[in-house]
């Protein structure tokens, strides 16, 4: 990113709507992969964790970063 003047309303407003447009990307991402989790709710974790002894896996990064 390049610097921005803070005195440019129009270049601030714009840097503003792009952050603000990506992170709702980045949410709406992480939605659509919680959905393929088999661990996503609660009580699967629990029980998993309980029979394991380990943490339940999640989705990888490269599953989020390929645009699910």
């Known amino acids: 990113m390049t610097n921005v003047n803070p005195r440019d309303r129009t270049k601030c407003q714009q840097v503003y709507q792009d952050v603000q447009s990506e992170v709702y990307r980045g949410l709406q991402d992480l939605l659509r992969a919680r959905t393929k989790d088999p661990f996503r709710d609660s009580f699967t974790r629990v029980v998993h964790k ?8 999640t989705f990888s990064i490269q599953e989020l970063n390929s645009r699910l």
Do not use: C
Not at 50 to 57: D, E, F, I, R, S
């Open 50 to 57: 309980y029979l394991t002894g380990k943490q339940a896996p």
